[in-house]
Nanobody
Framework: QVQLVESGGGLVQAGGSLRLSCAAS????????MGWFRQAPGKEREFVAT????????YYADSVKGRFTISRDNAKNTVYLQMNSLKSDDTGVYYC????????????????WGQGTQVTVSS
């Protein structure tokens, strides 16, 4: 069992930056692939980024490639999402998720989810 708690969301102007954190409980964090998703009002949850358990493979949605960076610190049981050059389209609730298998853009690949943190980008 893994519990995930996101933090770092807030209100930022377009062009600004935010760094989201997701703290995980449990001793097996380092064995999970991790992902970030987001959901805007009235829209479905969408994939943002994923990182492999060994801090190796990363994969990004085209909409955030070159602006967002996913990373993790297994010693701290934490995964991060550095978001730069934010746009109003990036507004939404951001969720982190843990996968017992291989992380992918498909939400059903993930077994555990956090409660989310709100990111609002003002134009």
């Amino acid at each position: 069992q893994v519990q995930l708690v996101e933090s770092g969301g807030g209100l930022v102007q377009a062009g600004g930056s935010l760094r989201l954190s997701c703290a995980a409980s449990g001793r097996t964090f380092s064995s999970y692939d991790m992902g970030w998703f987001r959901q805007a009002p009235g829209k479905e949850r969408e994939f943002v980024a994923t990182i492999a358990w060994n801090e190796g493979r990363t994969y990004y949605a085209d909409s955030v490639k070159g602006r967002f960076t996913i990373s993790r610190d297994n010693a701290k049981n934490t995964v991060y999402l550095q978001m730069n050059s934010l746009k109003s389209d990036d507004t939404g609730v951001y969720y982190c998720a843990a996968s017992l298998g291989v992380g992918s853009p498909r939400p059903e690949s993930y077994n555990y989810w956090g409660q989310g943190t709100q990111v609002t980008v003002s134009s």
